[in-house]
């Protein structure tokens, strides 16, 4: 996070300082103002300089690289690269490194974990209209994932189909439930449904 604090006679010529230093326009910066200064008795007793801190407004992806970095630091996690695309809401990041499995934890519930406090630490002050979403994978794990509860969302189908008896499944995500409810959702004889609530809610596959 880049800042600098400068005084000057106004506030406003504080300002123009630091972000001139900083080389960024006003509405990229946030402002805090130390000391609106004085102007003192005929401008000359008791007069004393506006200070001010200007801090460069960090992008999603900065914020993002910042808090994750702080976060494998702790874990004493070493990684090799950081790979963060946009689409359109969602930033996703994947990361790559030699003892990455501390990350993922069982069936990916570090991962989870860790992509819901990314998304609360990206997010925290921001308007709801530069509110971004996150998905973080680890080694293309999520990938593998996907790939998985797909193969289960087809061979239960089948298994409902046969069977004419209905199936609920585990308790899951909404990630992992999107991918259930996605998978079958052009199915010829099955339909999906989710209930509950979470962090309990499980998708059911019944007959159409």
Not at 37 to 42: D, F, M, T
Not at 78 to 96: A, H, Q, S, W, Y
Request: glycine fraction near 6%; charged fraction near 35%; include cysteine.
């Amino acid at each position: 996070m880049k800042w600098v604090e400068k005084t000057a006679k106004t506030v406003d010529e504080a300002v123009d300082l630091a972000l001139k230093e900083l080389g960024i326009t006003r509405d990229k910066a946030e402002i805090v103002v130390i000391d609106e200064g004085s102007k003192g008795i005929l401008g000359i007793i008791g007069a004393r300089p506006a200070r001010v801190k200007v801090i460069a407004k960090q992008t999603p992806e900065e914020k993002i690289e910042e808090f994750l970095k702080s976060v494998f630091a702790n874990m004493d996690v070493k990684i090799d690269r950081m790979n963060m695309v946009r689409d359109g809401e969602f930033i996703k990041v994947n990361l790559f490194g030699k003892n990455t499995f501390k990350l993922i934890g069982k069936d990916g519930e570090v991962l989870d974990a860790l992509q819901f406090l990314t998304g609360v630490v990206v997010n925290r002050g921001v308007s709801e209209e530069e509110t971004v979403r996150i998905l973080l994978d680890c080694q293309n794990f999520r990938k593998r994932k996907e790939e998985r509860l797909k193969k289960l969302a087809l061979s239960l189908a089948d298994k409902v189909a046969r069977s004419k008896k209905s199936i609920k499944l585990r308790p899951m995500t909404p990630y992992e439930r999107r991918i259930i409810h996605t998978t079958l959702q052009n199915h010829k004889f099955v339909t999906t449904y989710s209930e509950g609530e979470e962090p309990y809610r499980k998708v059911v596959i019944t007959l159409k």
